[in-house]
């Protein structure tokens, strides 16, 4: 961006121009400015000196100041505005850093935010440096330690908990596990706690199969659902889309996290494997499946959506028939250190052993890529 020329200089050459001993093009040349910079010099000129009618200098400077302050107070408003709103939450924020941020993308200054809010720019930067103390990083790293000791045992309390932490190289007072443990929801199945309770929500879909695990032709019907195992980086996450005719899995899709997004990302690979027509999708009532994303994708393929009962296992029985297969012969059978190694013990089941060397009684022994091969040819026809 071009630097402005000093204002002695300006006058001077005005000055230059009102003598008039030369065309105001030669004057321009003479000076190094071009010639409609040196018109609307002498225009302001002329209007600071009262020979013609316009704004002055100092009514604009004046003009450029009312604005800036204006816009300030609009800014001030705005924070305050917003401010109400973050803190008027139902689970009320810890801290006010968070405001500052968001407030930052939508164009207002750090430095007006925290003088509003009345703190400090250095004490924000300072947050934003290392925004996790070290007393978060604690937690949750005793938070995962406590999942992976409950997952082990679900009997587990806290007190248990407390007491198995030292051998996994935490230390923490039961005080502490006890209150983290109360806020992750990490209770022995045993406990009873009055006004605890874990509901479903309600179904967005119909039951279509009344427990009817059968059907006469490849993707009319395909169950679904999720398991987890617990490894030593964490969770892992199955979701995987079953084939009632022959057994077959279609799709499946693994993740470290439960998201709505796996069981939709399931439903694509599945899709793309296959060509499903009005293919009934059955499901439990978990909120990965009732998730607006997941009914969206079935309405986007033409497919048709199930739901079972709350704590019906056997309204989708024959999804949990496999669970149970993957549980006996990949998940128990050994500690699994790393996500990892068990995303390709549990694809390599998949793929390898239950498709194609797996025969099931209900399919006359045979296998369910020899099911569909051997019968695809009849149902094309």
Not at 116 to 126: E, P, T
Not at 214 to 237: F, N, Q, S
Not at 348 to 368: A, C, K, N, S, V
Request: proline share 5%.
């Amino acid at each position: 961006m071009p630097k402005a020329f000093p204002p002695e200089f300006r006058r001077d050459v005005v000055a230059v121009a009102r003598k008039g001993e030369a065309p105001i093009a030669q004057i321009a040349k003479d000076f190094g400015i071009s010639e409609s910079c040196l018109h609307r010099w002498l225009k302001i000129a002329d209007a600071d000196d009262g020979i013609r009618p316009g704004t002055t200098s100092s009514e604009s400077a004046e003009l450029r100041e009312l604005r800036r302050r204006n816009k300030l107070l609009e800014q001030e408003n705005e924070i305050l505005r917003r401010a109400a709103a973050f803190f008027a939450k139902e689970n009320r924020p810890k801290m006010t850093y968070p405001l500052v941020g968001d407030l930052a993308a939508d164009g207002i200054p750090v430095a007006v935010t925290c003088r509003v809010l009345g703190f400090s720019k250095q004490a924000y930067y300072a947050w934003r440096k290392d925004p996790v103390s070290q007393r978060d990083w604690d937690d949750a790293h005793l938070i995962n330690t406590a999942l992976d000791i409950h997952a082990d045992d679900p009997a587990f309390g806290y007190r248990f908990i407390a007491d198995e932490l030292p051998a996994h190289g935490v230390t923490a007072g039961p005080n502490r596990v006890a209150r983290l443990c109360s806020q992750q929801r990490i209770w022995s199945v045993f406990a009873k706690r009055r006004g605890i309770t874990r509901r479903a929500g309600p179904p967005v879909h119909d039951d279509l199969l009344q427990r009817r695990f059968t059907a006469d032709a490849p993707d009319r019907v395909w169950l679904t659902d999720i398991t987890e195992h617990p490894t030593g980086e964490g969770k892992l996450y199955l979701c995987a889309m079953k084939d009632v005719y022959s057994g077959r899995i279609v799709g499946y899709s693994i993740d470290s996290r439960m998201k709505a997004s796996l069981a939709v990302t399931a439903l694509q690979n599945a899709v793309r494997l296959r060509d499903p027509c009005g293919t009934i999708v059955h499901s439990d009532r978990g909120s990965q499946f009732r998730s607006r994303k997941f009914v969206k994708a079935l309405h986007r393929k033409g497919l048709l959506g199930s739901m079972g009962r709350v704590g019906a296992c056997g309204d989708n029985a024959a999804m949990e028939s496999f669970f149970a297969l993957l549980q006996r012969n990949v998940l128990d059978r050994q500690r699994w250190t790393t996500r990892q190694e068990l995303r390709l013990a549990i694809v390599t089941w998949i793929e390898r052993t239950y498709h194609r060397r797996r025969r099931q009684r209900r399919l006359g022994r045979l296998t369910p890529i020899e099911f569909e091969t051997i019968n695809r040819p009849a149902h094309t026809a």
